[in-house]
Antibody, heavy 120, light 107 residues
Framework: EVQLLESGGGQVQPGGSQRLSCAAS????????MSWVRQAPGKGLEWVSA????????YYADSVKGRFTISRDNFKKTLYLQMNSLRVEDTAVYYC?????????????WGQGTLVTVSS | SYELTQPPSVSVSPGQTASITCSGD??????ACWYQQRPGQSPVLVIY???KRPSGIPERFSGSNSGNTATLTVSGTQAMDEADYYC??????????FGGGTKLTVL
């Protein structure tokens, strides 16, 4: 059974940093591209960042480019999102999502999400 | 940048058919997929590659994509289908893009 378990959320002040993690199990982690998708309170889904299966290629939404960094550790089967220079508008539930077998592709599994609140 | 447009809400009576549209420039040239999100839960993939259903998704969910519009159809709608539905596609200019979401209400 595929499981994705996010952690690292919490409250942070504007301008601060936060690192999210997503522990994967139930599939060959190193074979699949992964993404982070966020959802602000009461709003829709917004793709944030993606990384190839090897980690060699990364992609970012314009809204986070230059502030967020996605990475992965295929030995630890863990996906990361380093978030710097956080803004109030970054407040959201952050989901990690597994891509389908032919990237760029749909997201076939999602984690339960972790809430990041940026507030003073 | 590429955008996908969905109606904010759709209402349907139990047992009837609901159709949710997703519009984007030449969307029919891309693969569209759909996610269901019940309140307080994570999104669940219900349709991928325009019309394919993942394992475990009921047959009453179907999809199509042509021209500028992708459509999610829920036949014989049940109370448990009440949720938010999001379309999604990939475009080279904006990478992964989601529609704004449609709230399906089963009256």
């Amino acid at each position: 059974e595929v499981q994705l378990l996010e952690s690292g959320g919490g409250q942070v002040q504007p301008g601060g940093s936060q690192r999210l993690s997503c522990a994967a199990s139930g599939f060959t982690f190193s074979s699949y591209a992964m993404s982070w998708v966020r959802q602000a309170p009461g709003k829709g889904l917004e793709w944030v960042s993606a990384i190839s299966s090897s980690g060699d290629n990364t992609y970012y939404a314009d809204s986070v480019k230059g502030r967020f960094t996605i990475s992965r550790d295929n030995f630890k089967k863990t996906l990361y999102l380093q978030m710097n220079s956080l803004r109030v508008e970054d407040t959201a539930v952050y989901y990690c999502a597994k891509e389908g077998p032919q990237p760029p592709d749909y997201f076939d599994y999602w984690g339960q999400g972790t809430l990041v609140t940026v507030s003073s | 940048s590429y955008e996908l447009t969905q109606p904010p809400s759709v209402s349907v009576s139990p047992g009837q058919t609901a159709s949710i549209t997703c519009s984007g420039d030449k969307l029919g040239d891309k693969y569209a997929c759909w996610y269901q999100q019940r309140p307080g839960q994570s999104p669940v993939l219900v349709i991928y590659q325009n019309s394919k259903r993942p394992s475990g998704i009921p047959e009453r969910f179907s999809g199509s994509n042509s021209g500028n519009t992708a459509t999610l159809t829920v036949s014989g709608t049940q109370a448990m289908d009440e949720a938010d539905y999001y379309c999604q596609a990939w475009d080279s200019s904006t990478d992964w893009v989601f529609g704004g979401g449609t709230k399906l209400t089963v009256l």
